[in-house]
């Protein structure tokens, strides 16, 4: 497993952060669980997409998801947070 630095930490937190709070969590699982083998690709295409992008993330968090999405236990690192928040949320 690999050990995200602390921007990419801070940023996987408010992503899953927003995934729970909108009540997200399965379909965010099973979209990122299905993108899995392709997670390289998709890191490079937010790369691209970077200067576009800042509804729900800042610029810095998206790049910052971008890196750790290039490497393949990346998608591991938000999975494990999403379902951690999940657990914590009251019923």
Known sequence: MIEPTPDQAAAVDRLARVIVRLGLTVPAILAIE?????????SQLM????????????PADWNAL??????????????????????????
């Not at 790369?47 to 800042?58: A, C, D, N, R, T």
């Open 34 to 42: 299905g993108m899995r083998p392709l997670s390289f690709v998709g």
């Open 47 to 58: 790369h691209v997409l970077s200067p576009s992008i800042g509804v729900m993330l800042s």
């Open 66 to 91: 971008a890196g750790l999405l290039e490497q393949r236990e990346g998608v591991e690192v938000l999975l494990r947070r999403i379902e951690e928040l999940d657990a914590e949320r009251p019923l």
